[in-house]
Structures are given as structure tokens and as C-alpha cells.
């Protein structure tokens, strides 16, 4: 079974600094990997996604995150964080390839980003 | 592009009654729809996935019976919470995929806020 641990519940970052959020997974073959960003009340928007090929990928608003397989990890990271990306960000792992009508998504339990002035 | 709307955003019924919740994929055919249930400062949950023109495939100790899903159409799956309870408040989302073997990503809508009194 698939399975994803974001191991801090809140960071706390001052505007200008830069920021790493850690994810590690468990899935026994290759997995499809995803970051989300969800600001309160609101549904999900998808950051950067993990397919195959180049393990550091691009992601909107500024945010990499690099697919490292020897640590089963897919760390998001942003140079220089801006007040507007307090939000609540979730890492999702999903199986590799075509699985029928399913390619379920399993979440993490989220972090909490909350960025100081 | 590929958005998903959900309606209502919020909802407060009275214990005991039934309400339906839409989600719409607007501009692309959705064969594979998700719905999810977000607890407080928890990750998503999911509860089943809809496919067009089957049953929908319900996790395990989700009740079928309370949560109807329908997913008439390319466009549109709805679900509906039967004989809510105060414990059914929640904030539920859906997501949807396109069609086709290489369509990995899941494009979320904006939950729904169902408060049961």
C-alpha cells in the first residue's frame, strides 16, 4: 500500500527566507508524486507534479521539488517566500503508470505554512 | 485549461434530511471522478471514485448507503448525503480526471462546507 508521511505539521518562515517542505513516501514501484497548495476554505491547486525523467521539477508560483529515490523523498522547496504562500500544503503520491479507471491519489496529513512579516 | 466548480460552496441542513452536492467538470470530460472528505486540520479522505456510467467504488468503511454517488454524465457526478448527522459536517471535495492512459493528474474543485444541525 501507498503511503505518504509530511513529517512537520506547521513551519513557521519570514517573508524573504527560503523555505523546504519534506515528504517521504512509500510505494513499491515507481510512483507518480504531487504537491498541493490549499488556502483555507478553499479545494486544492496543483503545485508541480512527478512523472519520470529530470528529478528536479518546476512547479507555478516559484516552488521546485526534487524526486530523490535513494531517500524516497520529494522535498518542495521555494528560494524566497512571499506572505501570500501561507497556506496549507499537502504532498500526494500516486501509482506509476496506467491503472484503469482508478489512479488514486493518497495524501499527507498536510503542513501548515505560516510566513512572518 | 481544466476546471472543476462544485455547488453548493456551503450548505447547513437540519439533522435527518438529505442534501446533494455537484461537481461539474467545466471545459473537459471527466470519465473518473473523486470525492474526498476533509476533517479540521486533517488531510483528505477518500471516499470513492466515480466513474461514468458505473457504480461508483466506494473505500473501505465509507457507507455506501448514506453517501449516494451518481456520475450521470461526462460533466457531472453528485453526491448525496443521506439522513445527515451532526458527525457528517465536513468539508467535501471533489476532484476529476481526463480521459485517457497517459491522464495521471487529478484537477480539484472548491469543497463544499456541509454543516449538519
Known amino acids: 500500500a501507498q503511503s505518504v508521511t509530511q513529517p512537520d505539521i506547521h513551519i513557521t518562515v519570514s517573508e524573504g527566507a527560503s523555505l523546504e517542505l519534506r515528504c517521504n513516501y512509500s510505494?513499491?514501484?515507481?510512483?507518480?508524486l504531487f504537491w498541493y497548495v490549499q488556502s483555507p476554505g478553499q479545494g486544492l491547486q496543483l503545485l508541480l507534479k512527478y512523472f519520470s525523467g529530470d528529478t528536479l521539477v518546476q512547479g507555478i508560483k516559484g516552488f521546485e521539488a526534487e524526486f530523490k529515490r535513494s531517500q524516497s523523498s520529494f522535498n518542495l522547496r521555494k528560494p524566497s517566500v512571499h506572505w501570500s504562500d501561507a497556506a496549507e500544503y499537502f504532498c500526494a503520491v500516486g501509482p506509476g503508470g496506467y491503472t484503469g479507471g482508478g489512479n488514486k491519489l493518497t495524501f499527507g496529513t498536510g503542513t501548515q505554512l505560516k510566513v512572518e512579516l | 485549461g481544466a476546471v472543476v466548480s462544485q455547488h453548493p460552496s456551503r450548505v447547513i441542513c437540519k439533522s435527518g434530511t438529505s442534501v446533494k452536492i455537484e461537481c461539474r467538470s467545466l471545459d473537459f470530460q471527466a470519465t473518473t471522478m473523486f470525492w474526498y472528505r476533509q476533517f479540521p486540520k486533517k488531510s483528505l479522505m477518500l471516499m470513492a471514485t466515480s466513474n461514468e456510467g458505473s457504480k461508483a467504488t466506494y473505500e473501505q468503511g465509507v457507507e455506501k448507503d448514506k453517501f449516494l454517488i451518481n456520475h450521470a454524465s461526462l460533466t457531472l457526478s453528485t453526491l448525496t448525503v443521506t439522513s445527515a448527522h451532526p458527525e457528517d459536517s465536513s468539508f467535501y471535495i471533489c476532484s476529476a480526471r481526463k480521459p485517457g492512459p497517459r491522464s495521471y493528474e487529478q484537477y480539484f474543485g472548491p469543497g463544499t462546507r456541509l454543516t449538519v444541525t
Open positions: 510505494y513499491g514501484a515507481t510512483p507518480y
